[in-house]
């Protein structure tokens, strides 16, 4: 019997609550418990609970094997999926948002520094003047470490602490503004991926304590049955002895 699930994510956006809506209802269809979802999509019970509870978007490889296990239609559920991507998608912000950015804190710290000229930024960074001046205008078209010389060259009037917080941040918008829009897209399938992988090796180290709890009790009775052949070969030894003896004395009598 499948345990009661608390209702989907009241804040979830329409497409991903109603793929996480007829999820819940093909497995509660199927009545499987999330252990027993879990041995057969081979995913852990919390990737399929946070499947079900509509807060994120499951990969498509978790959202097939829950619709297989669950014999339900893999077509519909992957048409749902990719709606609910689409709207992920939509919601995110573009990469080009990123790249203004980037481009406005290195004017801003351009400024800041008193606007100094490509020939003082050469002397200081060792960097052609053509290749400064692309930086300045396109930082995204620029390698991080021409960028973060240049950016530590306009740095030099601050403390040590605000230089390193300054390039952090620029740091961190040169990369947002690398990511292509939508190279978020599997994430949530990597994660859910990785908890396939660690349940798996959850499971590989279970049997490998099984198996070693079962060697172990083999190796226990192996050496219990030696020590009953060595008491059993001194037992009869002991026999034979006796036996010895009383031959030895039938013969002796007259």
């Not at 989907?8 to 609550?17: I, R």
């Not at 057969?40 to 490889?61: E, H």
């Not at 930086?135 to 950016?151: G, K, Q, V």
């Not at 897209?185 to 099984?210: D, K, S």
Request: glycine share 2%; aromatic share 4%; net charge neutral.
């Amino acid at each position: 019997m499948a345990r009661r699930m608390r209702p989907v994510a009241a804040d979830s956006p329409p497409a991903l609550a109603k793929l996480a809506s007829e999820l819940r209802e093909l497995r509660s269809n199927a009545a499987l418990s999330l252990r027993e979802l879990s041995e057969a999509t081979r995913y852990s019970p919390a990737s399929l609970s946070r499947a079900f509870s509509g807060q994120a978007l499951p990969g498509p490889a978790l959202v097939r094997r829950i619709v297989e296990a669950c014999q339900g239609d893999t077509e519909h559920f992957d048409h749902l999926w990719r709606t609910a991507a689409k709207e992920r998608s939509d919601r995110e912000s573009p990469s080009t948002d990123q790249a203004e950015s980037l481009l406005a804190a290195i004017s801003e710290l351009y400024n800041q520094a008193g606007r100094p000229s490509l020939r003082e930024l050469a002397n200081q960074t060792g960097q052609a003047r053509s290749t400064l001046q692309r930086a300045l205008t396109s930082p995204t078209s620029t390698s991080w470490e021409r960028l973060e010389a240049l950016s530590a060259a306009m740095l030099t009037q601050v403390t040590p602490q605000q230089r390193d917080s300054r390039l952090r941040a620029i740091r961190q918008l040169w990369v947002e503004a690398h990511q292509p829009a939508g190279a978020t897209e599997n994430v949530g399938e990597a994660v859910t991926e990785l908890h396939r992988l660690v349940a798996a090796i959850e499971e590989a180290q279970q049997r490998a304590v099984r198996s070693e709890y079962r060697l172990q009790a083999l190796t226990e009775l192996l050496q219990e049955q030696q020590s009953e052949m060595r008491q059993l070969t001194q037992r009869i030894r002991e026999l034979e002895e006796e036996r010895d003896a009383l031959t030895l004395r039938s013969k002796e009598r007259p």
